[in-house]
């Protein structure tokens, strides 16, 4: 079958859209949305082309709007095109610079649907909205979300349909669509970006991917298989959950209450627990404490970052948090970057080398990772809270350090701290604790700065 055959096939197949629907593409002007392009004049769908700007390239940003406003007139489609200033969007969220893109593309594209748009013959609304991922931006999701713990749902990968977003070249690879482009002469431009591993998605297409290949030539095409059966599966795993939830889940005002023998006697437990907990903030890692909770005395608790889940006789209580104790921020293993109030923890783990001298910056904790249990606690301190200040061997009540250091009552009010193990290892930007100093037996160093 060829690749237009193929495209009706799978739009008709997964009812996409309609054959008189508005479609609005997505078209950063490579290979790939050119092909869209190409695909949906060839099957006589009327559309509407947005290009989004995002000025982070210099003149290669404007080469692509450029070449995107041209196709207006190749297609004979309208073209609307947004610029952005992503880095100040980014900054001011304190997100990355790639979720900041994903964040504005997503908010305008989904704007523009329904929204009249001026052509020649007279105001057009489209209705759906379509980008061009293809089966390697699957396979490389897949795998990024395998190795990220993200569990069934991640392992669907992206789908074909969600509300109003339509992806109708999830069945087709990168070659398919490069060999197209060949054969009908479609001009299309590079990104620069694409080419660079340091974004883990190049990573996986460039480095990983490749490597599996090599060793097992078919392993593109299994994945793509698997792919398939993954979202079979997370459908039957979500009927399922649901009437687990369903059977569990008792509403009580703002909280929710689970009969604790009820919950002992379902299996798989830990799947269950975990797929209970995860809507109220509790990370995977968590699982094990919740089910701990189930034979634990009464008035026992842990909690997310929103949510308390409190043991309270014969049955556990989900209850969302008070302003006050919402102010708690879970840090797990893999996080590198993590955003509060006072600014932003920059959090590195690593085998210290010999000679390495430790960093006695107060703005940076420098700590011995062995003893140290994830995931972390970042807290504002709170009456009662005790350490070890470094250098000393008995225990001081922050309180009384405070005092001692001469703290105003507004920089007190601005404290934070991080908990391991509910022992406290750092005063956020002021003084580690003694217990998990660096030594010369420490192996690997957990560095955490405050920006």
Known sequence: MDLLKAFAHFIDTEKLFRKNDVLLLAVSGGVDSIVLCELCRQSGFQFIIAHCNFRLRGDESERDEKFVRSLGEQYQAPVVVKKFDTEAYASGKKISIQVAARELRYEWF???????????????????????????????????????????QGLRGILPKQGKLVRPLLFATKKELQQFAQENNLD????????????????????????????????????????????????????????????????????????VLKLLQQKPLHTIVYEIIKDYGFSSKQTAEAVALL????GKFILSPTHRILKNRNRLIIS????????????????TTVYFEEGRLLIDIKDIKPGTEVNQDPATAVLDARDIRFPLLLRK?????????????????????FIDNKLS?????????????????????????????????????LTISVN
């Open 320 to 335: 969302p948090l008070t302003e006050e104790k919402s102010n708690i921020i879970l840090i797990d293993e893999k996080d």
């Open 188 to 259: 299309y431009v590079t990104d620069s970006s694409n080419l660079s591993d340091k974004y883990t998605r190049n990573y996986f297409r460039h480095q990983v991917i490749p490597l599996i290949s090599k060793l097992l030539p078919e392993a593109e095409e299994n994945m793509a298989g698997n792919i398939i059966r993954f979202r079979e599966t997370a459908e039957l795993y979500e009927q399922a959950i649901s009437l687990y939830k369903k059977k569990l889940l008792e509403p009580k005002g703002q909280n929710l209450e689970i009969p």
């Open 409 to 445: 009552l507004a920089d007190k009010e601005k404290t934070w701290v991080i908990e391991s193990g509910k022992k406290i290892i750092w005063i956020v930007g002021q003084r580690i604790d003694d217990r998990f100093k660096v030594t010369e037996k420490t192996k690997w160093l």
């Open 295 to 298: 034979q634990s005395d009464t």
């Open 381 to 401: 301190w709170k009456p009662g809270d005790y350490f070890y200040p470094l250098g000393m061997q008995k225990k001081k009540k922050l309180a009384r350090f």
């Open 110 to 152: 989904h704007s523009l649907l329904g929204t009249p748009i001026t052509t020649p013959a007279g105001d057009i609304r489209p209705s759906v909205l379509l980008t061009a991922h293809h089966a390697d931006d699957n396979i490389e999701t897949v795998l990024m979300n395998f190795y990220k713990g993200t569990g069934i």
